[in-house]
């Protein structure tokens, strides 16, 4: 089991108030990726939960139990972090045991315990390595393996995979996503990375400056952002802003149309006119980041080839339905 | 960089730093060879005469040799340990956060800039004077007969003294090293569910093998050395008790006079530094590699 409850959660480092009050509920087995852009609070949040930072007030409930004055190690939680932490005199064998050898396991059970994670890893070969003799991708198993070892209440990942390269970091992603599936534990995971965050959540958490601005599944975050900071975080390119005569005839303040809804016409007839400033042609989509004059620079996303350039006159027309509206605090208006 | 025009600057530039570094070394060297081969007494001037080894053989088989050699293999060995157990602890307790750190690390560090000779004398004539010091007034208030350091335990004063002016180069590596020993790294123990002391032993001791190392290499090319502490505070005696290899070579050239035989013991000394440097990077400089 392990589900997490957040209530009322604050912490302040001095007169800095990192997190403003957390409340949320994290189901058993879902996976969770806190988001936000750096200095959110999405690390310290983590920390909170893990026990590595005191809360300054709420409360931390673990299957129901109350955790804040329990030290890390007896929350049953288990930690990947960023730097991957392993310990470096120590073997990949005794880095996945070394939490089972503090808990008092005997020898051979250890040896089975670990050898078991390492082949769910694939780190059997590597067993007697150092983790400087181990490449960025291995190091980040073995760091995986000694989370899972332990059979935690529930993963806490710190950006684990920033310090891999792009290609290295998709597979990861997949993986991890994979294994947290086939072993069914509650997994929160942090990341500044919003393709991350879609990709693996079943629900996301937006944070912004020590504040939840929504938590919810990741299309629910794409289809209904709850503000604009949500609305312009998740989905890439970002999402068009229009303040305006455009927005007042559709009884908004703003509104935000993604680049992937705006309809491409050729002569600037209908919708709003510009000039293509830069055209991105990736084969597989082609991006146009178009001037429209006292609308300021909007992006269109058109999927496959479209043979437009720099200087062309284009008018971008936004599909109605998908046309988010937002009041003057920056609040989604609904229906 | 590494084009061949470069090369030849980058050496050219180097070589009169080198050559004269080079001359600064081979003279010494070579005049000390030349010498331990003369029967060369300062009391007798003009007698200087080629005598091969005997010089060499004069000095080896001088029973104040072995007394020296001991001397100065348990001077160094118990100066090594004292500094390194005294500064394990001394270095955990100067990283913790404390109100004014700073001054206190200041002033940890404070005794490894005063001279030898200054500190020697501090200890001799302030600290472990038998009628005068600090400690024989300690002692007084507590009953006790104050001790006659340089009389009755000459070698460990000295012993105590260098471990004193050692320990806060000691604690300096150890505590830099203590401070580049990664917080992510304590906090997964800690998530491990590892003590304190487990954490100590498990992660922050061999963290630290590497320091330990360094310090135990350079201690020891210095430690060797030791000569002002001795020339000021027991004169190498009672007897040979504190007199180790660098005291000898001195009492060989300038009280009995005997530069050949002086220079003999130099380059004994140099060998020995060898031989004790050549175990050494085979015990603890594994730690070094990698």
């Known amino acids: ?335 | 960089m590494a084009t061949r025009q470069t090369q030849y600057l980058a050496r050219s530039l180097l070589a009169p730093a080198v050559g004269l570094l080079f001359i600064w070394m081979i003279v010494p060297l070579a005049l000390t060879l030349y010498f331990s081969t003369l029967h060369y007494s300062l009391l007798d001037p003009g007698s200087e005469a080629f005598v091969g080894l005997e010089n060499f053989r004069y000095f080896l088989t001088d029973p104040a040799f072995l007394a020296s050699l001991q001397n100065t293999l348990v001077l160094v060995g118990s100066v090594l340990v004292l500094t390194i157990l005294l500064g394990i602890p001394l270095a955990l307790l100067l990283d913790q956060p404390v109100v004014g750190r700073n001054i206190v690390r200041l002033m940890v560090i404070a005794p490894f800039f005063v001279m030898p000779t200054v500190s020697a004398l501090v200890w001799k004539n302030l600290l472990m004077h038998p009628v005068s010091g600090l400690f024989a007034w300690l002692a007084k208030v507590f009953g006790l007969t104050p001790i006659d350091w340089f009389n009755d335990m000459p070698m460990f004063a000295i012993i105590l003294i260098v471990a004193w002016q050692w320990l806060p180069f000691a604690t300096l590596i150890l505590l830099t090293a203590l401070q580049s020993l990664d917080e992510e790294q304590k906090e997964a123990a800690e998530m491990d569910g590892a003590s304190g002391v487990s954490t100590f032993i498990y992660i922050t001791l061999p963290h630290l093998a590497r320091p330990i190392t360094v310090v135990v290499l350079i201690e020891t090319i210095f430690l060797l050395t030791v000569f002002a502490e001795i020339f000021v505070t027991t004169g190498g005696g009672p007897g040979l008790q504190t007199t180790n290899i660098a005291f000898l070579i001195y009492s060989q050239a300038l009280i009995q006079f005997d530069v050949g035989s002086a220079s003999a013991g130099g380059l004994v000394a140099v060998v020995i530094a060898n031989i004790v440097a050549f175990f050494l990077v085979r015990i603890v400089g594994r730690n070094l590699e990698a």
């Not at chain 1, 510009?274 to 001037?291: K, M, Q, R």
């Open chain 1, 1 to 335: 089991m392990g589900q997490i409850t957040l209530q009322g959660v604050q912490k302040a480092f001095g007169p800095v108030h990192i997190i403003k009050g957390a409340d949320l509920d994290i189901a058993d087995g879902s996976f969770v990726v806190f988001v936000g852009p750096s200095g959110c609070g999405k690390t310290t949040l983590l920390r909170l939960i893990a026990g590595l930072e005191d809360v300054t007030d709420g409360r931390i409930l673990i299957d129901g139990k109350n955790v804040v004055a329990v030290p890390p190690a007896k929350r049953g939680l288990s930690m990947v972090f960023q730097s991957y932490a392993l310990y470096p005199h120590m073997s990949v064998r005794g880095n996945i045991g070394f939490g089972l050898k503090m808990a008092g396991l005997a020898k051979d059970e250890i040896n089975r315990k670990v050898e078991a994670a390492a082949a769910t890893l694939n780190l059997t070969p590597y067993l007697e390595r150092k983790p400087r003799e181990l490449s960025g991708g291995q190091r980040q198993r073995v760091a995986i393996g000694r989370a899972i070892v332990r059979e935690p209440k529930a993963f806490l990942f710190d950006e684990p995979l920033s310090n891999l390269d792009a290609a290295l970091r998709v597979q990861m992603r997949i993986e991890v996503t994979r294994l947290q599936k086939q072993l069914g534990t509650t997994a929160i995971y942090v990341t500044h990375d919003q393709v991350e965050a879609m990709t693996m959540a079943d629900k996301i958490v937006v944070l912004n400056g020590g504040k939840i601005e929504q938590y919810g599944s990741p299309l629910d975050l794409y289809e209904k952002p709850a503000n604009l900071f949500v609305a312009g975080f998740i989905g890439s390119p970002k999402m068009n802003f229009v303040t305006g005569e455009s927005a007042l005839q559709r009884g908004a303040f703003t509104i935000g149309v993604r680049p992937e809804h705006l309809k491409i016409e050729r002569d600037g007839a209908g919708g709003w006119p510009g000039t293509i400033a830069v055209a991105e042609h990736l084969g597989s989509d082609t991006f146009l980041y178009v001037d429209a004059g006292q609308l300021g620079m909007l992006t269109a996303r058109y999927i496959g080839e479209l043979s437009l350039h720099a200087g062309d006159r284009v008018s971008l027309v936004p599909e109605p339905a998908r046309i988010h509206r937002f009041n003057e605090s920056g609040n989604a208006i609904r229906g």
